[in-house]
């Protein structure tokens, strides 16, 4: 059973990642930082839509530090964005 929840998960993931990749080609629209905020999005929503009610699986519990890395990431890229954003007076180097 477990194995089975483990690959609804595996699979929902890279059912989303595949679209979000189709879409942001169809769009014009396929950058590595639009794609990765895509699947971060897909990890976290495929993450609450595969949680088991009553017990949390090792392999749940270590998906953590993947969520935490990609939040990380994703702090990383809004940063980048505002210093894109923002004008050359502003920053001080």
Same mark, same amino acid.
């Given at each position: ?17 595949? @679209?979000?990749? &189709? @879409? ?18 897909? &990890? ?7 949680? *088991?009610?009553?017990?949390? *699986? ?7 530090? &993947?969520?935490? @890395? ?16 923002? *004008? ?6």
């Amino acid at each position: 059973m477990a194995t089975q929840r483990r690959m609804r998960f595996v699979h929902g993931n890279l059912a989303w990642l595949l @679209a979000t990749a &189709l @879409a942001l080609a169809l769009l014009d629209a396929l950058s590595y930082e639009l794609f990765f905020v895509c699947a971060l999005i897909g &990890l976290l929503v495929v993450t609450e839509l595969t949680a *088991p009610v009553s017990v949390s *699986p090792a392999w749940r519990r270590r998906l953590r530090w &993947l969520i935490a @890395a990609g939040l990380l990431g994703f702090a990383a890229v809004v940063a980048k964005r505002i210093v894109e954003i923002l *004008p050359p007076e502003v920053l001080p180097w």
